[in-house]
């Protein structure tokens, strides 16, 4: 079975600057520029949303016990911090198969 190749930073850069008729370049400080709102939204409010594509949101985790898989030895694993993505309803209906 052959497998599908995914898209790299080099070929979406490529694809925005021939669609929208700038360079390179510009399409990747426009990404840049992106990252770095999504970052300042999530350190202030905790989530920062790209509409219809993707939510992302800061998760506080609370310090569980846990088993070793190799040994199955009970562990402690702490408290932490994680950032996570919650797909727009509407790109989930167009790309999952309906049941």
Do not use: W, Y
Request: charged share 35%; no cysteine.
């Amino acid at each position: 079975m052959l497998e599908a190749k995914r898209m790299g930073k080099s070929e979406l850069f490529s694809h925005f600057a021939e669609r929208f008729e700038v360079k390179r370049t510009q399409a990747r400080e426009f990404f840049d520029a992106l990252t770095e709102l999504a970052e300042k939204e999530l350190k202030r409010s905790g989530e920062f949303v790209l509409p219809g594509m993707v939510k992302l949101v800061v998760q506080k985790r609370k310090a569980r016990l846990g088993r070793n898989p190799a040994t199955g030895e009970a562990i402690k694993i702490p408290a932490k911090t994680v950032v996570k993505a919650r797909i727009a309803k509407q790109l989930k209906d167009t790309v999952l198969p309906k049941k």
